[in-house]
C-alpha cells in the first residue's frame, strides 16, 4: 500500500481519521521507505519547532505592551480610509523609536492619532494648509517639500520639521500620515532621512510635482482640486 | 463595549509571544519580525469593533499579522534581501561555535526561500500548530489548497535542509 505525501504529512500533523492513520501505523511496520519519510517530516517539525519556539519565552518588547496599553477604548471605527498603507504609516512611525513617540504623544504636538491612523495636528497641519515651498516663512518651524498628486488622487505633501519628517495627503479628516521619518533633531539619521522622503514620494506621486503656481491653486481649492488633468 | 474592559488588552497582550513567532517565521528577520508584530497589534487596537467577541481571537491576530506581512512583501522585495544579507554575513565567519547558530539562520534562509503561500502554511501549521481547517480559515483559502501548498513547502524545506532534516 503506497500512500501520498498528503496522506503522510497528515499522519504526522494528528490530521487523519482513525482509520487511515491505523493503516499507515501498519504499513510502517513493514515499509522502511515509509517509515524514513514519516521520520524525515518529524524531524522537520521538530526543527521547525526547535528554532522557533524560543521566541515564546523571549521577553516581549516593553515597546508592544505599551502601545496596547496605550490604545484609546474603540470609538466608532472609520472605514473611509484605505488599511494597507495606514498600517504601513503605523509601522513606520513605530520604527523610529521611542524618542519620536514620545514627542508625538505628548499634547500639543505634531501628530494625533486618528480612528484609523495619525494625523497631523498642531503647526504642523497649519504649516500643511498653508505653507508654500516657494513661500516658506522663516519662523515656521516646518519645511514643506515637493506638492503632488499620489496615486489615490489625493494632494500629498513632504515636510520636515525638528522631530518628524514624512509625507501627509489631504483627507476629509485633515493632513494624514502616510510616510514619515525621523527629524531633522536626529541629525545622523538627516540625510538617510532624506533621501528616504524623495524615495517615498517619487513611489506615491502620479505624474511631476506640482510647480508654485499649481500648488498655490490647489492651496486655494482647500487640497481638493477638481480634475486629474492640472499639472 | 465598555462591560469588556480591558480584557481585549490582556488577551491581546497574552498573545503577543505566539505573535512575535509566527511573525518571525514569517518574515525571517528578529527586527523585522518585531515591527511587523507592532503594525499588527496596532491594526487590530484600531480595528478592534471587527472582532466578534466569541471567536478566536488568535486566529484572528495570525490573520491580521499575515495580511500586514504579505502587504510588505509585496511593496517591497527589500527586507529579504536584508535577511540573506545576515546570512551570508555570518556564513562568512568560518568559526566552529557559529555552527549551530549558522544552522539557525539556514531554518531562516530556508523558509524564506518558500513562495509566500508556502511559507505561511508552514507557518500557521508546523510552527504555530493551528489545525488544518483553522489554517485554512485565517489564509481564506479551501483546506486543498492549502494541504497542496504545505506538501510543496515541506518537500521543498526537507530538500534544502538536506541531512539536518
Known amino acids: 500500500m503506497t500512500f501520498d505525501s498528503a496522506t503522510i504529512h497528515a499522519f504526522v500533523d494528528g490530521e487523519l481519521d482513525l482509520i487511515t492513520a491505523r493503516r499507515i501505523e501498519r504499513a510502517m511496520a513493514d515499509d522502511p521507505e515509509l517509515a524514513a519519510r514519516i521520520a524525515e517530516q518529524r524531524r522537520l517539525r521538530a526543527l521547525l519547532s526547535g528554532h522557533y519556539d524560543p521566541v515564546v519565552d523571549q521577553p516581549v518588547p516593553e515597546a508592544m505592551i505599551a502601545a496596547v496599553r496605550a490604545a484609546p477604548q474603540p470609538l466608532r471605527a472609520a472605514r473611509r480610509f484605505g488599511r494597507s498603507w495606514a498600517a504601513g504609516a503605523v509601522a513606520a512611525a513605530l520604527a523610529l523609536g521611542l524618542f519620536v513617540g514620545q514627542q508625538l504623544g505628548a499634547p500639543g504636538g505634531p501628530v494625533t492619532v486618528g480612528p484609523d491612523t495619525l494625523m497631523a495636528s498642531g503647526p504642523l497641519a497649519r504649516a500643511l494648509d498653508t505653507q508654500l515651498a516657494s513661500a516658506q516663512p522663516r519662523a515656521s518651524a516646518t519645511r514643506i517639500g515637493l506638492t503632488f498628486r499620489a496615486t489615490d488622487g489625493a494632494v500629498c505633501r513632504s515636510f520636515e520639521n525638528v522631530a518628524l519628517s514624512g509625507i501627509a495627503c489631504h483627507s476629509e479628516e485633515g493632513w494624514q500620515l502616510r510616510r514619515t521619518f525621523p527629524g531633522a533633531e536626529q541629525a545622523a539619521y538627516r540625510q538617510a532621512g532624506n533621501g528616504a522622503l524623495l524615495t517615498a514620494a517619487s513611489e506615491m506621486m502620479v505624474g511631476a510635482p506640482a510647480d508654485s503656481l499649481t500648488e498655490q491653486r490647489w492651496r486655494q481649492e482647500n487640497w481638493r482640486p477638481q480634475t486629474h488633468a492640472d499639472r | ?165
Open chain 2, 1 to 165: 463595549m465598555a462591560f469588556e474592559g480591558r480584557a481585549f488588552e490582556d488577551d491581546l497582550i497574552g498573545l503577543i509571544p505566539r505573535l512575535r513567532r509566527f511573525a518571525r517565521s514569517l518574515s525571517g528577520s528578529e527586527s523585522d519580525a518585531d515591527d511587523l508584530c507592532q503594525a499588527a497589534l496596532e491594526r487590530a487596537l484600531k480595528a478592534r469593533d471587527q472582532w466578534q467577541a466569541g471567536t478566536r481571537l488568535d486566529s484572528w491576530m495570525m490573520k491580521i499579522t499575515r495580511n500586514i506581512w504579505i502587504d510588505s512583501v509585496r511593496s517591497s522585495a527589500r527586507r529579504r534581501t536584508t535577511a540573506l544579507d545576515d546570512a551570508r554575513e555570518i556564513a562568512g565567519d568560518g568559526e566552529q561555535q557559529v555552527e549551530a547558530r549558522a544552522l539557525r539562520v539556514d531554518i531562516d534562509a530556508a523558509m524564506g526561500r518558500l513562495v509566500d503561500d508556502q511559507r505561511e502554511a508552514v507557518a500557521l501549521v508546523l510552527v504555530e500548530g493551528f489545525a488544518y481547517k483553522e489554517a485554512a480559515e485565517i489564509l481564506d483559502i479551501p483546506m486543498g489548497t492549502l494541504t497542496s501548498r504545505l506538501v510543496r513547502g515541506r518537500e521543498a524545506l526537507a530538500r534544502d535542509l538536506g541531512a539536518a532534516a
